[in-house]
């Protein structure tokens, strides 16, 4: 241990809030009462996403705090809290007793010790830390000032990721918008026969407009369009890939790495030790989360890999297609579709027929090509973002054991943390 550094309990430096489920009748979805989390089903890639309410609290994190899962296999998983929260007993929250400033310091030493806490969680099946594991967590911390510069270097990587995520939450959005108003709303024909020219599209874009509708099984829509199915325009791709013939440091997707309601896929493992067959995908591929679809877990592959069998691996059939293919499959009714074609009771799972079966809208394909040519630079700047995040993270994650070491000297100039490895 270095100098300065001493050795504490988690305890002394944190103050920790186990949850506690509120009473079954004030829990609601309409948005009444503090927004509850009761576990990491809610976490996204940064804050929580809650799905649900409670009037009557019984525990509470506060804005800033730690959130971290105390309660089964998805144990040890963290979120910031962005507000106040009530949560249930799947959650934990942690703060730092010298306020929010050392908060990125107290996360990082969660992180450092998690194998540790994994480690003497009870039970096999459904593992489970409890405040006392918490509380007594070994620790080795440097004085006040080194948690805070610490927490700023910590930080600002994480807020550097952040705004990284932010970005492309704003791309989809922008990506979103333009394909409804195409394909859902029809605002480039409804202004043609209103005899004005579609907003925001150069000439050569408008012509490929019709300026009236025709009717058809979904209602109106624009004139000379078909209507066809999913299944028209893309393919379920099935490469299974046996364990013998997986390579050792291939990208593994799981279920559990792809966010809620995102295109954007925030994290990736590497292929270790894996036991079981798995599905081949590629850079561009849609993968879509076909365990409880209505769980939105819908991305665009940003790399080349490998991915669990509840996802599946989905192809347009030409090129272009592949921007209003994924548009498509991540739309919202396109999930609630699946939501209302899965089958089972427990583990409740949609499937590629009926997923190929869902009727959609089949634009001329030179819209389609004019389509892809205004929406890829910006799944293109997307995924770059995802790239960038993940060298961010690789950075991090590299910094962290040093600087919770000491092996990484800390000092200050002119009021900004910077890092001198030692021995220069």
């Known amino acids: 241990m270095c100098d300065g550094w001493k050795s504490s309990e988690l305890a002394e430096i944190a103050d920790i809030e186990m949850g506690q489920s509120p009473p079954g009748a004030t829990v609601n979805t309409e948005g009444e009462g503090m927004p509850l989390l009761n576990g990491p089903t809610e976490f996204g890639s940064h804050h929580p996403d809650p799905v649900q309410w409670t009037t009557d609290p019984r525990k509470r994190a506060c804005g800033g705090d730690v959130l971290f899962c105390v309660r089964g296999s998805t144990?040890?998983?963290?979120?910031?809290?962005d507000r106040d929260y009530a949560i249930g007993r799947g959650v934990a929250a942690l703060r730092h007793k010298h306020g929010g400033d050392y908060q990125p310091f107290l996360r990082g030493v969660i992180e450092q010790h998690l194998p540790e806490l994994l480690a003497g969680a009870t039970g096999s099946t459904f593992p489970n830390v409890s405040r006392t594991q918490l509380e007594q967590l070994h620790v080795?911390?440097?004085?006040?000032?080194?948690?805070?510069?610490?927490?700023h270097i910590l930080g600002t990587q994480d807020d550097k990721i952040e705004l990284n995520r932010r970005m492309n939450r704003t791309l989809e959005a922008i990506a979103r918008a333009i394909f409804k108003s195409w394909f859902v709303d029809f605002d480039p024909v409804h202004a043609k026969a209103e005899g004005r020219e579609p907003i925001g599209m150069d000439p050569e874009t408008a012509a490929l407009f019709p300026d009236s509708f025709q009717d058809s099984p979904l209602g109106k829509i624009p004139k000379g369009w078909e209507v066809g199915r999913l299944g028209d325009i893309a393919e379920r791709r099935q490469e299974t890939v046996k364990p013998e013939g997986i390579e050792?440091?291939?990208p593994y997707v799981a279920l559990d790495d792809i966010p809620r309601g995102s295109i954007a896929l925030n994290s990736w493992k590497?292929?270790?030790?894996?036991?079981?067959?798995?599905s081949r995908f590629v850079r561009g591929d849609v993968l879509f989360g076909k365990l409880r679809p209505y769980f939105h877990k819908v991305i665009v592959a940003p790399i080349d890999g490998i991915c669990s069998t509840d996802i599946v691996v989905v192809?347009?059939?030409?090129?272009t297609w592949s921007t209003y293919v994924l548009m498509v499959c991540s739309s919202k009714e396109f999930v609630a579709h699946n939501s209302a074609?899965?089958?089972?009771?427990?583990?409740p799972r949609t499937n590629w027929r009926d997923m190929s079966r869902y009727e959609i809208v089949v634009p001329p394909n030179e819209l389609l090509e004019a389509y892809e040519g205004?929406?890829?630079?910006l799944i293109a700047r997307l995924v770059d973002?995802?790239?960038?995040?993940?060298?961010l993270s690789s950075l991090r994650d590299a910094l962290l054991p040093r600087l919770l070491s000491g092996n990484l000297l800390l000092s200050v100039s002119r009021g900004a943390a910077r890092t001198t490895t030692g021995g220069r």
Do not use: C, F, Y
């Not at 144990?75 to 809290?81: C, E, S, V």
């Not at 205004?374 to 630079?377: G, K, N």
């Not at 973002?385 to 060298?391: A, D, L, R, T, V």
């Open 341 to 347: 074609v899965m089958t089972g009771t427990k583990m």
């Open 374 to 377: 205004a929406e890829l630079p």
């Open 385 to 391: 973002g995802i790239h960038e995040s993940q060298e």
């Open 75 to 81: 144990t040890g998983r963290m979120n910031w809290a």
């Open 315 to 319: 192809r347009s059939r030409q090129e």
């Open 248 to 250: 050792e440091g291939t």
């Open 270 to 278: 590497l292929a270790e030790a894996i036991a079981s067959a798995k």
């Open 140 to 151: 080795h911390v440097p004085s006040l000032p080194d948690q805070r510069r610490i927490g």
